[in-house]
């Protein structure tokens, strides 16, 4: 058994005092930060726009909280986050479970590379990790989401179905929640944790990984 908590879109500017859209960004990552310590969990993992507009500042914002971590903090790219600032491996192990962290800034997810990660461990439990959501949405007010969606989404969760291995596909970008089980897994979007674009509030997802292989999730907001 493992906790993983997710933490998405930060969209930090270069100093600690800049607001964006009306709202204290740093304080309120700060806020979140604190919350999802608390929670206990072993590993974190920051899917994306760590950055609003790709400043240095911004990923030294970032650095001067997660350098004093107690746990393995892994950053991934995000849409609005600019240059090489990191190098994440593609595959992680979380205990006996595996997190695939894969890259969506290009629109896409590569997904030969994908197939061929699935293949190699069928017997380990699965999280799939990227920063666009793979679904289209519904919802009447939240149609233009679907415009920034990943543009193989579709092929990614069908491919994501044909593994069983997969419990979970988790994302931000959206800037809200959402929960789905298609089948054996969930399709999961996380709110962000800067911008209080989801019910009024920032937010971070609790992803509990059972030694058995299931998975129990709850996403806290601040
Ligand atoms: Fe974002």
């Avoid at 806020?31 to 072993?42: E, K, N, S």
């Avoid at 590993?43 to 650095?63: C, N, P």
């Avoid at 190098?87 to 894969?102: A, D, M």
């Avoid at 920063?131 to 519904?138: C, S, Y």
């Amino acid at each position: 058994m493992g906790r993983l908590v997710q933490l998405t879109d930060l969209h930090l500017g270069d100093t600690s005092q800049e607001w964006l859209r009306g709202c204290p960004v740093f304080a309120n990552f700060l806020r979140v930060w604190q919350a999802a310590l608390a929670v206990a969990p072993d590993w974190i993992v920051i899917t994306g726009d760590v950055s609003d507009r790709g400043g240095r500042g911004s990923y030294e914002l970032l650095h001067s909280v997660i350098d004093r971590a107690p746990v393995p903090v892994f950053v991934m790219y995000g849409n609005h986050d600019r240059g090489q600032c990191w190098q994440l491996p593609p595959v992680l192990w979380l205990g006996g479970w595996r997190l695939l962290c894969l890259n969506s800034t290009p629109g896409v997810v590569p997904l030969t590379e994908v197939r061929s990660l699935l293949q190699s461990h069928p017997g380990a439990p699965t999280l799939l990790a990227l920063h666009h959501h793979p679904m289209a949405i519904a919802e009447p007010g939240l149609l233009w989401l679907n415009q920034l969606r990943l543009e193989n989404g579709t092929e990614l969760m069908a491919l994501a179905a044909e593994f069983p291995q997969v419990r979970g596909l988790v994302f931000g970008h959206t800037h809200r929640r959402f929960d789905a089980c298609l089948g054996h897994y969930q399709l999961l979007g996380t709110p962000a944790a800067g911008l209080p674009e989801w019910q009024g509030r920032c937010g971070f997802r609790v992803l509990d990984l059972g030694a058995d292989g299931t998975l129990q999730t709850e996403v806290l907001g601040v």
